[in-house]
């Protein structure tokens, strides 16, 4: 196969570099070409990791090389596109530049909300349905969760398949705890500048926590986040460290909101947590509950009196954040890694290209 990847980010990005960029590696070695363009480079991401919005000229630039990448005359059995060609581009100007060449699309969020529940009635009526109509002419729709898979069969997608957010195991070599009573207990998190605002609502838990006894949060692409009483580790996320930094951990957590956007997310901190060998405990929200068995892999927490009940407990019981942690690295080994859903990705991607040649 020959495939033109459309991410909509770099690596820096963990929706690109997870649902997609990963798997690159993989599908060179089983013999197929594999040409990676991202919409937006890691430039522009940290641009608005500090600003809160894009470039107009940088965006302008970057839908521009989109644009020219779509309509250059190439040999592509299939195109791989995250999400959406252009975000605010209608659905007709997409389809205009595939120029009915087959597609499969990826989703790990509900990006269709971003247009459907737009605050501004004319963007609802405009672009309501924009990611129904790329769902609905795409030859395979791949969805990180149930509640995304919904949504693209509603939308009269003609094949849809669910692909969980999985780690590359050999990344995550586990370590050896040792001499932990000397060291505070410590909550571990995960995320971008964009989604720490999940931490707020958890401030009184971990002052609670900080006062009881020696407590370290310890956060990883983070934005500022320093309240009052709460000794806090931030660290700058580094692909080549990151599993090493998260072990650092003893508790890793994933606390949501629980509107229409959280019930698309995929769970991946959990995953990586998992895949470190700590407990968890994370929000009920969409994929996290399917991701955390109560008592097994750690706890699912409605309310800040279960957060910091929960957090406690783990604080208290070395021996069950060991049993716990064992329980999650064993799912990401049967379930939620590399090795085992890229088979499963190149099945699917073979048999569209083979179906084309007939």
Known sequence: MNLLALTRYGNLAASSRLRMAQYFPYLTAQGHTVKASPLLENQSLL?????????????????G????????????????????????????????????????????????????????????????????????????????????????????APRVEILPTVVDLTRYPLTEKTNQAAHPFTVGWI???????????????????????????????????????VPVTSLHWQESSEAR????????IMPLNHSPWELGKCGCKLIQYMACGLPVIASPVGMNAT???????????????????????LRDSPDLRRKMGAA????????????VTAPRLLGWMEALCNRKKQ
């Open 65 to 156: 090389k989109r644009i020219r990448e779509c309509l250059r005359s190439q040999p592509v059995d299939l195109i791989w596109v995250e999400k959406e060609l252009l975000p605010w581009v209608p659905a007709f100007a997409e389809q205009w530049l595939l120029q009915g060449r087959p597609y499969v699309v990826d989703y790990d969020d509900a990006t269709f909300h971003v247009y459907d529940q737009h605050s501004h009635p004319v963007l609802r009526r405009l672009f309501g349905r924009k990611i129904d109509t790329v769902m609905q002419h795409a030859s395979l729709v791949i969805a990180g969760n149930d509640y995304l898979a919904q949504r693209a069969r509603s939308a009269g």
């Open 191 to 229: 995320g971008s500048p964009s989604t720490t605002r999940y931490l707020h609502a958890l401030t009184p838990a971990f002052r609670t926590l900080a006062a009881e006894s020696p407590f370290r949060l310890l956060l990883i692409g983070a934005a500022p986040f320093h309240p009052d009483g």
């Open 291 to 313: 991701l955390v068995q109560p008592g097994t892999h750690g706890w699912l927490a409605s309310s800040p009196g279960e957060w910091l009940a929960h957090l406690r407990l």
């Open 245 to 252: 930094d998260l072990q650092q951990a003893d508790v890793g």
């Open 328 to 339: 999650g690295r064993q799912q990401v080994e049967e379930q939620y890694q590399l090795a």
């Open 47 to 63: 641009h608005f990791y500090a600003t809160g919005h894009h470039s107009f000229a940088q965006l302008a630039t970057h839908y």
